[in-house]
C-alpha cells in the first residue's frame, strides 16, 4: 500500500489534498484519457453487437422450434384423423 500524503485507508485509497481520493499516484493526461474512453467505447460496442447477435441467434432458434412444433402437430393430426 503505497503511502500518498501520508494517510491511506484500509483499502489502499489515498488522500491527496488538492485532487482529493485516488487509487494511485498518476493522473491521466488528456490523450490517455482519449485513448480510455475510445477503448471503452470500442468495448461496449461490441459487446451490444455481441447481444444482439446472441438475441438473434435465439429468436432463430424459437422460429425454428416453433416451425417443428407446428410440424409435429400436423402429422399427428394426419395420424389421428386419416383421409
Keep these: ?3 500518498l500524503a501520508g494517510r491511506t485507508d484500509p483499502k489502499g485509497w489515498a488522500y491527496r489534498p488538492r485532487s482529493g481520493y485516488s487509487k494511485g499516484d498518476h493522473d491521466m ?37 416453433y416451425s417443428a412444433a407446428a410440424e409435429s402437430i400436423r402429422d399427428f393430426n394426419v395420424r389421428l384423423w386419416p383421409r
Excluded at 31 to 36: A, C, E, R
Excluded at 38 to 58: C, H
Design 1 to 3: 500500500m503505497r503511502m
Design 29 to 65: 493526461s488528456a490523450d490517455q484519457s482519449k485513448q480510455f474512453a475510445d477503448k471503452s467505447a470500442r468495448m461496449v460496442r461490441e459487446n451490444l453487437e455481441n447481444g444482439i447477435a446472441a438475441a438473434e441467434r435465439s429468436a432463430r432458434g424459437v422460429e425454428q422450434g
